[in-house]
């Protein structure tokens, strides 16, 4: 039926329409300004008015509405807040930006990153003298200290009981022989561009020469007689001189330190201590502490952390929403390989983010460009069988047949391209188009991806000759095959259904009307396969503002964590716990391994399991017990203590004397803005006053007598308002959006 | 497209859950009338990804298997020899006395008649039992189960007041997989450890309580009936503690996201909290880019698969006897390698039944041959058995299944076809 309806507009604009943009069928109609009122008389007595219009659209185009958003849209009017979301460079962000500079390393190359945070590859090939380890500085220590940790679980593994013997000896040798100076080192600090504010004094006091580290070392080097206990107080005892070091002495001393010294240290800390060594240190030195300790952990929490500081600081929450739907439409595993994770850094930042909202033709030839996209569905080692490189394979076996590498071609990437990424499953493909489609894509590949390095076609592996795809000849033509390939994919109908229907399901209904996938796909397909005119065609169609469709979306588990955050206004300097609470909920940030990605649909994310993660996640958040995490709920606890004196002394009357009825009538809109049902009121309620019935044994309710009670009673009643919110956060209504 | 699962499972007439951990006492009973035998427990593992059964279960004497395999071909001298003919992948080692005890029986050239060589397609297909058919909402292992309910024996028995265990139906992991969704209420948790609201501790704790009574009153019916099933579970493994079972003396799971399931699947089954059905499954079988032959990348995942399967069984101990596994994949690898030492999406594949009464032992199937003229396609293993009827086996003698119909619509299952091997 569809693909009559299309084969129609086709028909229509051989004869009326000017040719379509980028070969695309066009469409007669306005597709970029669809009617407003649709003859669709269904919907129109049940259609969502007034705050829950505005709600329904904050719960479906961002992450989840904050305290205060309802209003801000409002202000503006829902149609201009929509249009400026469609523009994300239009839209302020300071405060995103504020946080993100906390993750410098994130702007850098993926050749500079797997560098400067080299993965196990770069170490290994240090190890094997394929590369050079840095002469000096930072780096020098970081590479040092990955070699002794690689060699040392090598040696673990060889010989567990011989271990410890092995340690002491290979220690002195791993280090590098050539004693570093003090200036070398700071020039590299230099060079990590590092300018703090206490860079100047350090600078001075780090010339001079440090006498009682260097000889604390041979110290613990040399009394090597044992026991745990006193290499333990060693330890407690050097954090103590480092900690109270100025930060970029206290990291040039982390980095003169012997690899298995160093080792040894970072071991013995306990986290507030670990945490304690990065007080006042800028980004950049507190990279540079991480990179000394673990550079492919340090760069995995980083994509990580900024990731999520953006889905919840982003005021452009389309453009981050859209970027979620991309990363999880082409879907990628962050631990493919060694380098996965580094590449996905552009991957994000430089393919997926900036297109989200743009063309999909763009998107997917940038992801197809991606060494990511390339690595992970295995194209970049895919050779045409007749390609000038397999022929010489085939030749170097006849000389030599133990010398048979592998040569060949590998499907994986055609088929996924053509079942997940464009047309769809159904999208009437063959296994003989997905043959083709992969010899069209042999040369696709990665230079030198353990060093980080780009696309590459490369002729010797293409296969030569035409090929056909889906009815359509493609001329043997190198690269450009490819591109035809990916534009004849992105302009099929097929492809606009499979992409409409996904959009609408993650921001309709799980189980969208057919007439509405059909109108995105029809603009779609009239727009060149533009996704903000698509999503404009979703937004201003009845089908969204469907009143049987209000909340009825079941959040994921990254829509319920990063609305979490949004709603209580969470500031968050440790993403770790997010990052748990995702994988313990099923979801962990790019690791989904399968290339389908995860469902938008509820099906997938209501079980028990995942119940009582959320419920304890709740509470857990609402109660500041998720360590880094800050949340704040009395209108005591809002300002800091020095303010909240004179808050109290002209206090607002309703919070003077809150009873629990007042703390929910608060606490409830701000986290439910849509509301929560009779049962649930009553359920937070009954906990809340048997939390005060707890807390009187000790102390007084709240009374703004006397000033000295006040902090005291400040207290109490944010432990109440912890216990309300958590039950908030883990009740039905919350779990919708 | 797959409908709400969820909207399936709220609970049915047969499933209102216990207040203790007394489970199934009656529908043992009941079922020792059906031929099936009494307490059978089901432990279904999922291979995710394909895995590639050719090199699993190596058909050594195939001159075909080596010319086909020129670089990841397990040498004659390297398999475990099963029979003269088939041997095991020397990774899977920890399995071969299960064979030798006669409790492993392995199924070849079999798996599911539809020809997708999509993933998600061919594991919906498998999971939901009905092959070539998109749009069924509930599984294969979910319909066994009503199919039990619907016994006509238990039914007269117990005049619908029969109880179920909340854990009935568990699936090890975040959510419920398509093979058990459906009308019985089925549960899934990741860590059993960690399976309680607001801390662990010998009572409820009042978050607890407060999030049990929103939830029960709630109008939202998705949420309203997984929070009853989420809080009758969580009592129960509270009464129950099923970590007090430690691994048996000298057993030692391998430490990873596999061996953990099945190490809790051993947990929740010695704490008898009336599981009837325990679902998981273990990904990393996509093995498209140097998959390795001896040693490598399926090695290892092997390595990993296997030992954790022994350790579970050696764990049960005597219990197993009452136990059967069953190990089921979307579909096999390419016969030949591909073009970068790895196995494109193929067609048939082996499943293994490992139980306490399976004639084990013994390779089961028809063996196509892998001339290039017994290829499906030209290019795969061709399937000689389809994996219902190993599963219409299985739920007979260990379900009580009496109706293949209501589980495997749409097929003719003959109980006389089976290949007998529980």
Partial sequence: MESLKSALALVLCGTLCTPAPFGYGQEPAASTQPPRHAHRPAYQSAQLQGNERILQALNRFTFGPRPGDVDDVRAIGLDAWFEKQLHPTTIDETDLNARLAQYPAMQWSVADLIYRIPSNGMIRQAIDGRMQVPARGTLHAVYENQMYRLQERKTAQQEKKQAEAQTSAQAPAAKNAEPISSAAILNQLDQLDAPTADNAPAQKAAAQPMPDSQSSDHQSAAQGTDPLTDRQTDNQALFSEIAALPPVRRVIRLQSMQPAEFDAFVKSLRPAQRKALDDGLSPDLREAVADLENPQRLLVEELMAQRLTRDIYSNAQLQEVMTDFWLNHFNIYLRKNDEMPYYLVSYERNVIRPLALGKFEDLLEAVAHSPAMLLYLDNAASIGPDSPAAERAKRNAWRNPKNKAPEGINENYARELMELHTVGVNGGYTQADIIQAARVLTGWTVDQPQRGGGFVFNPNRHEPGSKTVLGKKIKQNGEREGEELLHLLAARPATAQFLSRELAIRFVSDDPPQSLVDRMARTYMSSGGDISAVLRTLFHSPELWAASDYRAKVKTPIEFVVSAARASNADVENYQPLENALRQMGMPLYGCIPPVGYKWDAADWVSTGSLVDRMNFALNLAANRLPGITVKWSPYAQQPPAQSVGMLANPVSEVDDPTPESEEARLAPLIVPGGISEATRAAALQQFQAQIAQDTSFVRPVSAARPQNRAKAATVLERQDQVLAGLLIGSPEFQRR | ?422
Avoid at chain 2, 35 to 55: C, E, H, K, S, T
Avoid at chain 2, 115 to 142: C, I
Avoid at chain 2, 320 to 343: D, K, P
Avoid at chain 2, 374 to 403: C, F, K, P, S, W
């Fill in chain 2, 1 to 422: 497209m797959r409908m709400n699962r969820r909207f399936f499972l709220h609970k049915g007439a047969l499933a209102v859950a216990g207040t203790a951990a007394i489970p199934s006492f009656l529908v043992r009973s009941v079922l020792a009338e059906t031929g099936a035998a009494p307490g059978q427990r089901l432990v279904v593992i999922f291979q995710r990804g394909a895995v590639d059964g050719l090199n699993v279960v190596v058909p050594y004497r195939e001159k075909n298997y080596y010319s086909m395999r020129p670089t990841i071909a397990i040498p004659q001298k390297q398999v475990i020899d099963l029979d003269g003919f088939f041997g095991l992948h020397p990774s899977m080692a920890a399995c071969k006395p299960l064979y030798d005890q006669g409790q492993l029986a392995i199924i070849h050239a079999t798996g599911s008649p539809d020809m997708s060589r999509s993933h998600f397609d061919a594991q919906d297909y498998m999971e939901s039992g009905t092959p070539g058919v998109k749009g069924t909402d509930d599984g294969w292992l979910n319909r066994a189960l009503q199919a039990e309910d619907a016994n006509a024996a238990l039914r007269r028995r117990c005049a619908g007041t029969c109880e179920h265990s909340a854990f009935r139906a568990l699936a090890l992991g975040s959510d419920v997989p398509l093979t058990l969704a459906g009308r019985v209420p089925a549960i899934a948790l990741n860590n059993l450890n960690s399976f309680a609201v607001g801390g662990r501790g010998p009572a409820p704790s009042t978050a607890a309580s407060a999030f049990e009574a929103m939830y029960a009153d709630s109008g939202d019916h998705i949420f309203h009936a997984t929070g009853d099933e989420t809080f009758e579970a969580v009592k129960m493994l509270r009464d129950a503690n099923p970590a007090q079972y430690q691994p048996a003396p000298g057993v030692e799971y391998p430490n990873s996201e596999f061996g953990n399931s099945m190490k809790q699947i051993a947990q929740l089954l010695k704490a008898n909290l009336g599981v009837e059905a325990a679902f998981t499954d273990v990904t990393g079988w996509d093995t498209h880019h140097a998959q390795g032959g001896v040693n490598g990348q399926l090695a290892n995942r092997l390595g990993d698969f296997s030992a954790s399967v022994a350790a579970f069984w050696r764990d049960l101990g005597d219990s197993a006897e009452n136990v059967t596994l069953v190990t089921m994949s979307e579909f096999g690898r390419t016969a030949r390698e591909n073009g970068t030492g790895g196995t494109d999406h193929g067609h048939a594949n082996a499943m293994f039944v490992l139980g306490g009464r399976a004639r084990g032992g013994k390779v089961y199937g028809r063996w196509p041959g892998l001339d290039n003229d017994q290829l499906n396609q030209g290019r795969d293993l061709a399937l000689t058995t389809d994996y219902r009827a190993v599963l219409g086996e299985v739920i007979t003698h260990t379900l009580g299944t009496d109706n293949l119909e209501v589980v495997f619509p749409g097929v003719r299952l003959d109980p006389r076809s089976f290949l007998r091997l529980v």
